[in-house]
């Protein structure tokens, strides 16, 4: 048989070309927003009911100066934020604080779609 | 008599020349997606989920040594916000940036970055690494 026969291939090929040209647009980078409180911006409904997440060293958390664990973390953000239109949490880091730690808390917010304003001690 | 158009077409469909050239695609396209996620300079990334749509322009990287990495050339911090400035000056109004800071790093040298950022009005992502 001198006829090569190259269609069953091309198939496969063309297969193969459609799945990577999808799966290089789907693919979305793992990371969280980090948005910094600016000078310019006006905080609507008045700051203090935005609650403070305070991360001391030492993975230390503390909810308006009340010290919590990491696991009941979710349920004060939640309880506190219950039925706000736009949650919002301000995360403030001591300097000695790691970056492990600060991201375990805005993993927290990220799940429950909170908005993160981030800020240093 | 016969009519015959002059105008023959061949009945043989050449198909190998657009196999070539859907190949050469195919390898394309193969190589990006594997070079998509960037490998990071000695940086352990944090663990998470979330995902963001932002398309950074540029990555910056700190190590747990506090050294700078930009698109894996390094810097130190005194030069970083120059080299910002003049890498991302063609990119418009609020370019985002991609930081890949080290899970142990002190959140110090994040802000140092940060404030950079801040100044000069860049968006930031923090980069991470799926857990699990």
Not at chain 2, 7 to 14: D, E, L, R, V
């Amino acid at each position: 048989m001198d006829n090569f026969a190259m269609s069953g291939m091309t198939d496969i090929v063309f297969l193969l070309l459609i799945f990577f040209m999808l799966t290089s647009t789907l693919i979305a980078p793992n990371a969280l927003k980090m948005l910094l409180p600016s000078r310019g911006q006006v905080t609507i409904q008045g700051e203090s009911r935005i609650p403070t997440v305070t991360i001391h060293s030492g993975s230390r958390v503390a909810v308006d100066g009340r010290t919590v664990s990491m696991e009941d973390l979710g349920m004060v953000l939640e309880s506190r934020l219950q039925g706000l239109p736009d949650p919002t949490i301000k995360v403030v880091t001591s300097p000695t604080v790691s970056v492990g730690d600060a991201v375990t808390v805005m993993n927290v917010a990220a799940e429950r779609n909170y908005t993160v304003v981030l800020k240093q001690l | 008599m016969a009519i015959e158009s002059r105008h023959k077409t061949n009945k043989n469909f050449a198909m190998s020349g657009m196999t070539d050239i859907v190949f050469l695609l195919l390898i394309f396209f193969m190589i990006t997606s594997t070079l998509i996620v960037p490998a990071a300079q000695n940086v352990r990334l944090p663990e998470s989920n979330n995902q963001t749509q932002a398309n950074p322009v540029l990555v910056v990287s700190i190590g747990l040594d506090k050294s700078i990495f930009v698109d894996d050339q390094e810097y130190s911090l005194n030069e970083l916000e120059g080299v910002l400035r003049r890498k991302l000056a063609d990119y418009g109004e609020a370019p985002t940036v991609r930081l890949n800071a080290d899970r142990d790093l002190n959140m110090e040298e994040v802000f140092t970055f940060l404030d950079i950022a801040k100044r000069n009005r860049y968006k930031v992502i923090l980069g991470t690494r799926p857990s699990g």
